[in-house]
């Protein structure tokens, strides 16, 4: 009825009036006779200021400010209320939804500016479907509940947030008891499966391991085979040093020791000699030692009747005996202290004297087959070396090639451009050379025709 009622306006499109001639450019006219439907507030030239100051958002073009004044109240207040939608005014807005006809229920009075909004998204979503703009209260009551659904979650946000992160606790532990029984129930499966996965691991941080030394071996055993050589040949060297300067040294040390060896062989001899002696100590060491077992077993069993007592006991007398030998053997250590680094050294270049010796005897006896081993890997590694060498050069050799094309064609292009140069600072000289070599190999040939000539006619 309200499209019945309005009269066609200029900003309706073409297909709307199809009868009618194509619209004219807008020109002066009166104000009609059909008046507007009553309004309040601001005009709509004045935009619409919420409480804080700020404008409101601004609305879309009014699609239609002229309507005819229906006879019905509620209609009436709907057409009040999509005049003041269309004029972006709030405090019209109010008054226009809190009229009873239209019968409005969950009015907030603190939200108008939302159910503006939501108002504003609706008339958007009318214009892109090409529906007519004008809301009905139903359309209305819709918007008013979006809002006041979105303002309850907007009031209650950190009750909302509080009850969502207890939810998402109470799952997450339920899921974490719930992994948790699982896995105690397949334990022995998971740690069988955890054990398989790390000998695959194993396995194959191996297995790339051998392919590398596999693919690495030959300059492995190089590097190997370089270094014992080196370190060998260090050894052997330091050692000869050694013996070349330590000789007379060596040399005392040996005579020293055989002297000791002598001795203690000569001793040893002379006790096999008194051997009805050595029988009657070794009875008496038999029959000391039965009684000391005897008295150790009745001190046994003393000490097992006074263990504590006995312990405390012994530690002392321990103790005291242990500093006791500790001050003779360090003040017989500064007595002899001199004479004791004398042995030692004496037995040092003895000992080193007797693996010098050693040492040389070996060297003189196969010193034709060190040669030859020492020549032999020489040869060995000389034909690695240029196995080697030549195996780099097969694989380099077309650019070996090129560069020697190169550096070939370079240098026949700078001795070309020198001798060039050198013909075209001295090609008067160069032509005088050869003027005169060409007049005398002329001349020597005129001769030889000439002698030739002398000899035949004489003949």
Not at 126 to 149: H, K, Y
Not at 372 to 377: D, H, L, P, S, V
Not at 398 to 406: G, V
């Amino acid at each position: 009825q309200q499209q019945q009622q309005q009269p066609p306006s200029p900003q309706q499109p073409q297909s709307a009036q199809p009868q009618q001639k194509p619209p004219q450019p807008p020109q002066p006219t009166k104000p009609q006779a059909t008046a507007p439907a009553p309004r309040t507030g601001p005009s709509p030239s004045t935009p619409a200021v919420s409480p804080g100051g700020a404008p409101a958002p601004a609305s879309p073009a009014p699609a239609d400010t002229r309507r005819a004044a229906p006879s019905d109240p509620e209609t009436q207040a709907l057409a009040a209320a999509n005049t003041a939608i269309d004029r972006s005014d709030v405090m019209a807005l109010s008054r226009a939804l809190k009229a009873a006809p239209l019968k409005l229920q969950h009015m907030n009075p603190r939200g108008a500016y939302a159910y503006l909004a939501k108002f504003h998204q609706l008339r958007e979503k009318l214009r892109s479907l090409s529906a007519p703009l004008d809301l009905s209260r139903q359309q209305l009551q819709t918007c008013i509940d979006e809002a006041n659904f979105e303002m309850d979650l907007l009031a209650h946000e950190d009750k909302i947030i509080q009850i969502q992160a207890k939810w998402r606790a109470f799952a997450q532990r339920r899921r974490y008891l719930a992994r948790i029984a699982f896995c105690k129930q397949n334990e022995a499966a998971i740690i069988r499966i955890q054990a398989k996965w790390r000998a695959t691991t194993q396995r194959r941080k191996y297995e790339a391991r051998l392919n590398y030394l596999k693919e690495q071996e030959p300059y492995i055993c190089k590097i190997q085979a370089v270094f014992k050589g080196r370190k060998q040949r260090n050894e052997y060297t330091s050692r000869l040093k050694f013996f070349e300067t330590q000789e007379d040294r060596i040399i005392r040390i040996q005579a020293k020791w055989r002297a000791i060896v002598t001795r203690r062989n000569f001793l040893r001899r002379l006790a096999f000699l008194k051997c009805s002696e050595a029988t009657i100590i070794k009875i008496q060491s038999k029959f000391k030692a039965v009684l000391q077992q005897r008295r150790f077993r009745e001190r046994m069993q003393f000490l097992k009747d006074c263990e504590q007592e006995a312990v405390v006991l012994q530690k002392n007398f321990k103790a005291y005996r242990q500093r006791k030998e500790f001050l003779a053997k360090r003040k017989a250590w500064y007595e002899n202290e001199a004479a004791i680094v004398r042995i030692q050294a004496k037995w040092r270049a003895f000992a080193a004297r007797r693996h010098f010796l050693k040492r040389l005897a070996f060297c003189k006896e196969n010193e034709r087959a060190v040669l030859k081993i020492q020549a032999t890997w020489r040869a060995i590694t000389q034909r690695r070396k240029y196995q080697a060498r030549l195996a780099y050069l097969k694989e380099q050799e077309p650019f070996i090639c090129k560069i020697q094309a190169f550096y070939k064609g370079k240098k026949q292009r700078d001795a070309y451009t020198s001798r060039l140069k050198f013909f075209d600072t001295q090609q008067d000289r160069i032509i005088r050379i050869q003027a005169r070599w060409r007049g005398n190999i002329q001349r020597r040939k005129f001769l030889r025709q000439l002698a030739f000539y002398k000899v035949n006619e004489a003949t």
